[in-house]
């Protein structure tokens, strides 16, 4: 029942997000329902491997999702290796950075981590309970397992599907951005607990389709998954949860 609860909660979370894959394009070629179709596949295994395996606890002192998290990053690390749909430079699996990058992603992402982090401080509950577990995991797998699967494989292939893209302040904004993001941001706060009981948070939504929209631009800008894993670790750790 917990595993089919986990499965129906990721088709609700992509059935919302469905109808936008209709509004970037009107029609679509045998090859890229081809893409589709394992995007979603790709999306509803790291959903249910992620939160199937948090129940599993190691240690009786465990707080974050440890298990399900590094489940998730090797489901990615196999389709990486294993894949013959995307390459590894497409879907960012390199440290190193175009050439006349570094700069504008360094100063973009201090730019949206300061404003995160005024924002946390003003408005938002500081959490007490910052211990070493905490700091290792949201530095460490809270980003490297989420933005290999988001802003890497299913931003990858939904770049094959939308090719269009808009140039904003030298930043490439297109409809896979927005759909990876989106999704990303229904992940964190539209959830069907056990017992089918509906939880749906707004903030960690809207919050959540930021961290990935930025994640995504500096991904696409800088040819490699490198700033959006330590952006998204360091959001994490800012905000804690």
Known sequence: MIASSYLLSALLQFIIVLPFLFFGKAKFEKTEYRFLGIFALMFLLWSVLTNGFGNIIVNENQTWNWLGKVAGLLLGVFFVYRNKLISKSEIGWTIKLKKGTVMPVIYTLLLVLLARLIIYLSFERVNPDF???????????????????????????????????????????????????????????????????????????????????????????????????????????????
């Open 131 to 241: 211990d070493l577990e905490t700091l290792i995991f949201q530095g460490s797998l809270s980003g490297f397992c989420d933005e290999l699967i988001f802003r890497g494989i299913l931003l990858a292939l939904l770049n094959k599907v939308f090719v269009a893209k808009e140039d904003v302040f030298g930043y490439s904004l297109s409809f896979g951005i927005l759909i990876s993001s989106l999704l990303y941001g229904i992940s964190q706060g539209f959830i069907l607990q056990e017992g089918y009981h509906l939880q749906i948070n707004l903030i960690r939504i809207f919050f959540g389709f930021l961290l990935g929209l930025i994640a995504a631009l500096v991904k696409e800008r800088s040819g490699s998954l490198l700033p959006a894993v330590i952006f998204h670790n360091v959001w994490m750790l800012i905000t804690n949860h």
